[in-house]
């Protein structure tokens, strides 16, 4: 059914949501992207699963989005580009809002739209020797679509450390900003998450649907405004010089203009 990701359920109704382009480091291509809002959609609808745990097939949880994807950015028009945009800012929501607990098992590196990823679970459990990183302002772009689910999870002040920098941090850090609740051995990873699955086999599905939609009533407003205003804004940067200096240089693997 899927291409990009896999699905599978056990018996107690825990299912893992896989990211399966393990030879692109799980970049998010468009496909991924579609493929991630559809299985999100069709989680919602069944009441047979009771936790959805996310993670990466390989060494890497995400890389990103697609860099293929984001040079086919600068040839497009404006409408274009932010109909692309969307299909980004409408996955995020879709698991945002899943109404299931979403266990984040983040067994390796996760950039750009990877710390994303890790923003909208409800608990992201990370091996200990990981690398994160915010790495859109290297090309020339920011963390636009991802801002929102970023933000809500670190807060403004911590986020403003590694928003704008680009700078890579570990797990450690990780922790200190709020992206992950633990750091543990790669080998301890299965054991961490699953002390986070197994309480909810004991709670009411209805009543944590119920609950994960209120916390998120009684936090940041995540609504269309919020979400137009990234895609806006994630449209300038694909429009501008640096964006198409930034992804030219990647490509022809080079430093930018502005490399210091």
């Known amino acids: ?15 893992t949501l896989t990211l399966s382009r393990a030879e692109k480091h799980n970049a998010m291509s468009r496909q991924m992207l579609l493929e991630l809002t559809q299985a999100a959609q069709q989680l919602a609808q069944d009441d047979s699963i009771r936790v959805v745990v996310l993670t990466g097939a390989g060494k890497s949880f995400c890389a990103g989005g697609d860099l293929a994807w984001m040079r086919a950015q600068m040839d497009a ?17 879709a698991l945002n809002t899943l109404p ?3 266990i984040g098992a983040v067994q390796g590196n996760a950039f750009g739209g990877g ?25 020339g772009l920011i963390p636009a679509t991802i801002g929102p689910y970023v933000i809500a999870r670190m807060g403004e002040a911590r986020a403003r450390r590694v928003f704008m920098s680009a700078r890579l941090f570990g797990a ?3 922790l200190e900003l709020g992206l992950l609740a633990r750091a543990v051995a790669s080998d301890q990873l299965a054991e961490a998450v699953e002390a ?5 086999l004991s709670c009411a599905p209805g009543a ?3 609950a994960k939609k209120l916390a998120r009533d009684l936090g940041p407003q995540l609504d269309d405004r919020v979400i137009d205003h990234t895609i806006k804004a994630l449209v300038e940067r694909w429009e501008g010089p640096e964006a198409v200096e930034g992804i030219a240089a990647f490509f022809e693997k080079r430093k930018p203009s502005w490399h210091g």
């Open 1 to 15: 059914m899927f291409e990009t990701i896999t699905l599978g359920t056990d018996g107690r109704g825990v299912c």
């Open 77 to 93: 028009d404006p409408e274009t580009r932010a109909r692309e945009a969307r299909v980004l800012a409408d996955m995020l929501m």
């Open 100 to 102: 299931k607990p979403l």
């Open 115 to 139: 710390v994303g990823l890790a923003s909208v679970c409800d608990v992201a459990i990370g091996a200990d020797h990981l690398k994160m990183g915010l790495t859109e302002t290297r090309l």
């Open 172 to 174: 450690a850090e990780a």
């Open 196 to 200: 986070e699955v197994a309480p909810y």
């Open 208 to 210: 944590v649907a119920a």
